[in-house]
Antibody
């Protein structure tokens, strides 16, 4: 069974930093591209960042470019999102999401999410 | 950026009735369109991809159609567990999602 478990969320002040983690199990993590997607409270879904299976290709939404860094450790079956210079508008549930094998940008499994609140 | 729109914002349906949800893309996404279901406090679940292919384990009452810019998700006979928010997503380019359609009990 595919499992994606996020951690690292919490309350942080504007301008602060946070590092999210996602522990993957139930599949060969090193073979899959992964995404971070976020959802502000009561709002819709917004793609944040993508990383290919070997970390060769990395992409960011314009809203986070230069502030967030995605990375992965295939030996630890883990995905990360380093978030710096956080703003109130970054407040959201952050989901770790797997890209369906053989497809580009199609998400087939999501974690349960971790809440990030940016507030003074 | 490809902008996705969905209609209606809310759809009130009685159990056993048919529900038809619409999704429109600001430019052609070919058949690179997925539908997700999200219940309160839960992660989204993939229902349909390739505009019309059901994901693993999805009941046959869910069907998708369309291509280019106009897409439809149909739930043939609503069950109690189907009341949720439904999002469309294009993956022809960087992923973008529609604002969602909430299906609630009439």
């Amino acid at each position: 069974e595919v499992q994606l478990v996020e951690s690292g969320g919490g309350l942080v002040k504007p301008g602060g930093s946070l590092r999210l983690s996602c522990a993957a199990s139930g599949f060969t993590f090193s073979s899959y591209s992964m995404n971070w997607v976020r959802q502000a409270p009561g709002k819709g879904l917004e793609w944040v960042s993508s990383i290919s299976s070997s970390s060769s290709y990395i992409y960011y939404a314009d809203s986070v470019k230069g502030r967030f860094t995605i990375s992965r450790d295939n030996a630890k079956n883990s995905l990360y999102l380093q978030m710096n210079s956080l703003r109130a508008e970054d407040t959201a549930v952050y989901y770790c999401a797997r890209v369906k094998s053989g497809w580009t940008n199609l998400i087939d499994y999501w974690g349960q999410g971790t809440l990030v609140t940016v507030s003074s | 950026e490809i902008v996705m729109t969905q209609s209606p914002a809310t759809l009130s349906v009685s159990p056993g009735e048919r529900a038809t949800l619409s999704c429109r893309a600001s430019q052609s996404v070919s058949s690179n369109l997925a539908w997700y279901q999200q219940k309160p406090g839960q992660a989204p679940r993939l229902l349909i991809y390739g505009a019309s292919t059901r994901a693993t384990g999805i009941p046959a009452r869910f069907s998708g159609s369309g291509s280019g810019t106009e897409f439809t998700l149909t739930i043939s006979s609503l069950q109690s567990e189907d009341f949720a928010v439904y999002y469309c997503q294009q993956y022809n380019n960087w992923p973008t999602f529609g604002p969602g359609t909430k299906v609630d009990i009439k």
